[in-house]
């Protein structure tokens, strides 16, 4: 298992910008493929973004690919999710997560999960 602290999230006005990060601790962060996740008030938590473990395949929502990125520092055990273009639909609480599934969009498959972080943005 890991212990995730989500960070970063905030207010924006629309078409600005946010990086979300998430600190691991525990020794096997390489050993997990890492996806972040948004949930909004009233809604199902939904797939964002997936990392692999080592190679750097990534996995998007079509909502945002092309806008979003996430990337992985496995000596640093960080995983951050750049927002750029930002629009008011994206205004969630923001989890990050790690899975032994490669790839994984389906929150069950994921068995570790930060507190999440509030992103509003603004129109």
């Known amino acids: 298992q890991v212990q995730l602290v989500e960070s970063g999230g905030g207010l924006v006005q629309a078409g600005g910008s946010l990086r979300l990060s998430c600190a691991a601790s525990?020794?096997?962060?390489?050993?997990?493929?890492m996806g972040w996740f948004r949930q909004a008030p009233g809604k199902e938590r939904e797939f964002v973004a997936a990392?692999?473990?080592?190679?750097?395949?990534?996995r998007y929502a079509d909502s945002v690919k092309g806008r979003f990125t996430i990337s992985r520092d496995n000596a640093e055990k960080t995983v951050s999710l750049q927002m750029n273009s930002l629009k008011p639909e994206d205004t969630s609480v923001y989890y990050c997560?790690?899975?032994?599934?490669?790839?994984?969009?389906?929150?069950?498959?994921?068995?570790?999960w930060g507190q999440g972080t509030q992103v509003t943005v603004s129109s």
């Open positions: 997560a790690a899975s032994s599934t490669y790839l994984a969009t389906i929150p069950t498959l994921y068995h570790s």
């Open positions: 990392i692999t473990r080592t190679d750097g395949n990534t």
């Open positions: 525990g020794r096997t962060f390489s050993d997990y493929s």
